[in-house]
């Protein structure tokens, strides 16, 4: 990453994610706690907040974005958050076995964030109440189920047990720790850094030399098991046991 700060500049400006205050701290979730938790439900408090302008719904006008599947089954239910034709935010729900594109959802219902609560407007023909527990998991305490796109207790496990090298200049490696400082060692000179899983296919990595903000994507092989990570830039970061 030394070598690249400018170019990583660049991208990170291009894509508006360069911000002084972006990384909040991991400890916020405890990796150790089984998601969905289990016992009663009652008493669940969200932990991501929707309406933070750093939430990411991964959707375009084109793609509906990342699929929320009830008990992380892609074979069960699921939701998507898209826009519509006027670019305003609606949630999609799928009944088992559908097909996932515009106009085949079997609801459809535009929302409002109440206290970090994602709820249907309203009038709405389908009721919801949905909380993020992780940036991967969410209960509906409508339905009662848990909707996930993807299982964050792996994930983050995966992150957490080594370090990551890069491939374009084997001299440098990154290590993310578990409770959410980070170090980028080049050359055997170690950076202090932070870090946090954004959501499904990214996470975000602050550099606290000087105060940068870099975008890495997660690479997973065909058994879904996490190969390395992608930089913004697009060069690949392999895992390894520092």
């Known amino acids: ?12 400006l291009c894509f508006c994610m360069c911000s002084c205050d972006v990384v909040k701290p991991v400890s916020e979730i405890d990796p150790n706690e089984p998601s969905p938790p289990s016992g009663n439900t009652d008493d669940l408090e969200p932990v991501s907040d929707p309406s933070d302008p750093k939430w990411s719904w991964g959707y375009s006008d084109t793609v509906l974005g990342d699929l929320w599947y009830e008990s992380g089954k ?20 799928f009944d088992a076995g559908s097909q996932a594109s515009p106009g085949s959802a079997s609801s459809e219902s535009h929302f409002t964030l109440t206290e970090k609560h994602l709820v249907n407007e309203p009038g709405a023909g ?8 992780d940036p991967l ?10 909707f996930l796109r993807g299982d964050y207790v792996s994930l983050f496990s995966s992150l957490t047990k080594g370090g990551f090298r890069s491939t374009l200049y084997p001299q440098e490696y990154i290590i993310l720790r578990s409770d959410g400082t980070a170090e980028d060692n080049y050359e055997g000179t170690a950076y202090p850094g932070s870090w946090y899983v954004e959501n499904a296919r990214r996470l975000m990595y602050h550099d606290d030399e000087n105060g940068t903000d870099y975008v890495f994507f997660y690479s997973f092989d065909n058994e879904g098991i996490l190969n390395g990570l992608i930089s913004s830039a697009g060069d690949t970061w392999e895992p390894f046991a520092p």
């Open 126 to 133: 389908k009721e919801f109440d949905l909380i993020f527990l």
């Open 137 to 146: 998991t969410a209960f509906d305490s409508v339905s009662g189920s848990y």
């Open 74 to 93: 892609t074979e069960a239910s699921f939701f998507s958050v898209h826009p519509d034709e006027e670019g305003l935010l609606v949630l999609s729900f």
């Open 1 to 12: 990453m030394k070598r690249l700060v400018s170019l990583f500049l660049l991208i990170v």
